[in-house]
């Protein structure tokens, strides 16, 4: 079956711009997450959301992130005036349920650059 | 400050050794500890998983040993095989406001099995 797909695989813009990553969970997961992976480091929560609604967004670094899920399924994260310590993989992820044991399944990343 | 302390950094094995990966955390509230397996250009994978009440979790080659009054746990690779050759991430999950269950994770551990 399919899993979590993430676009673009590579994205590499210039300091400044605006991007938008998309993800589309698993049908059917209604748990949705977005981590953030830098060289050499594990993944750090950025924000999930439950249905439709953002349910916890404090692991956003600042006011230039943001993210939605308009109709419960695909995601965007949004990055405005893109610094160079934004490139990162960004990690997208979905459960079936939000519970201590219900697996997030991780889809292969986008790998932000920005020059 | 890092919640979750791994070690070693990289790790090389000989196959059909014995590969172990050590976690320490500091947060008492931290209530499940998962293990993912990360290859290049995938996003981390679940291998095993321990709750807090459970000093060992055994399934096929791999072992959790957890101790909850040091507040370590360590992830135990049987007969390791190069195919097993990754990156291994220890996590701690806690409950946030929204009332998902967020893995904090280590810095990882690169593992080379030789043939």
């Known amino acids: 079956g399919a899993g979590v797909s993430q676009t673009p695989s590579n994205k590499v813009t210039e300091k400044g711009k605006y991007v938008e990553l998309r993800c589309d969970p698993i049908?059917?997961?209604?748990?949705l997450y977005w981590y953030r992976q830098s060289l050499g480091q594990g993944p750090e929560f950025l924000i999930y959301f439950q249905g439709t609604g953002a349910a916890d967004d404090s692991g956003l670094p600042n006011d230039r992130f943001f993210a939605v899920r308009p109709e419960g399924s695909v995601s965007t994260l949004k990055i405005q005036r893109t610094e160079r310590g934004d490139s990162a993989v960004y990690l997208c992820?979905?459960?079936?349920?939000?519970?201590?044991?219900?697996?997030?399944?991780f889809g292969p990343g986008t790998r932000l650059t920005v020059l | 400050q890092q919640q979750v302390k791994q070690s070693p950094q990289s790790l090389i094995v000989q196959k059909g050794g014995i590969s172990i990966i050590n976690c320490a955390y500091e947060?008492?509230?931290?209530?499940?500890f998962p293990w993912y397996q990360q290859f290049p250009g995938k996003g981390p994978a679940l291998l095993i998983a321990i709750r807090p009440d459970v000093s060992e979790k055994k399934e096929g080659r791999f072992t959790i040993s957890f101790n909850k009054s040091a507040k370590q746990f360590s992830l135990h690779i049987m007969d390791s095989q190069p195919g097993d050759s990754a990156t291994y991430f220890c996590?701690?999950?806690?409950?946030?406001?929204?009332?998902?269950?967020?893995?904090?994770f280590g810095r990882g551990t690169s593992l080379i099995v030789h043939p």
């Open positions: 049908s059917g997961h209604t748990a």
């Open positions: 992820a979905s459960s079936i349920g939000t519970g201590p044991s219900n697996e997030q399944f």
């Open positions: 996590a701690a999950t806690n409950r946030v406001s929204g009332g998902s269950y967020i893995p904090t």
């Open positions: 947060n008492t509230a931290f209530d499940y």
